[in-house]
T-cell receptor
């Protein structure tokens, strides 16, 4: 079964606007990660946030984690056309188990 | 420093044939993971291997699928007697113990089409 569920499933915004994607999960975690996938390509690791962290930044990316609500969000500020991609959250590695459990993804389209 | 290399990028097989997918991890990485992605879906874990050992195969179908990571050479995901439902993108990721906590490095995938 899916551990993570992202919403929205698809998001279209104008270039320069901010994009927010959300992820919910079901069980307790040690780590949560966000990945980007361009069409027809592999996954690129963006950010890993640990269960004892509430917020993390990397360039134009900001990730939050609320373990009480079992949810995370990914914010991309000042979006660019090159940000067009699918974004996935994944829980793991957790409690000695190194596999990742992915959500269904958000397809982000940036309109120039 | 090459990343995770997968080949072939695209593979077409007729129903009943065998498919062999290869994954060479990043240099120095000893842990390999295989994931499958169906169209419009997220990745699903299949198997986790270290050199010469299968650590976790909880996501592998019970029949027709096997994986290995020999002492020398790439990791191989083998699908025997392929069926249309095996059509998917298969991704390999690698890490080193402890480095998994910093994210995995994924290959570009092999897109398998069964006709």
């Amino acid at each position: 079964s899916q551990q993570g569920e992202e919403d929205p499933q698809a998001l279209s915004i104008q270039e320069g606007e901010n994009a927010t994607m959300n992820c919910s999960y079901k069980t307790s975690i040690n780590n949560l990660q966000w990945y980007r996938q361009n069409s027809g390509r592999g996954l690129v690791h963006l950010i890993l946030i640990r269960s004892n962290e509430r917020e993390k930044h990397s360039g134009r990316l900001r990730v939050t984690l609320d373990t009480s609500k079992k949810s995370s969000s990914l914010l991309i500020t000042a979006s660019r056309a090159a940000d067009t991609a699918s974004y996935f959250c994944a829980t793991g590695p957790n409690f000695g188990n190194e596999k990742l459990t992915f959500g269904t993804g958000t397809r982000l389209t940036i309109i120039p | 420093n090459a990343g995770v290399m997968q080949n072939p990028r695209h593979l077409v097989r007729r129903r009943g044939q065998e498919a062999r997918l290869r994954c060479s991890p990043m240099k120095g990485h000893s842990h390999v993971y295989w994931y499958r992605q169906l169209p419009e879906e997220g990745l699903k874990f299949m198997v986790y291997l270290q050199k010469e050992n299968i650590i976790d195969e909880s996501g592998m179908p019970k029949e027709r699928f096997s994986a290995e990571f020999p002492k020398e050479g790439p990791s191989i995901l083998r699908i025997q007697q392929v069926v249309r439902g095996d059509s998917a993108a298969y991704f390999c990721a690698s890490s080193n113990r402890g480095q998994a906590n910093y994210g995995y490095t994924f290959g570009s995938g092999t897109r398998l089409t069964v006709v």
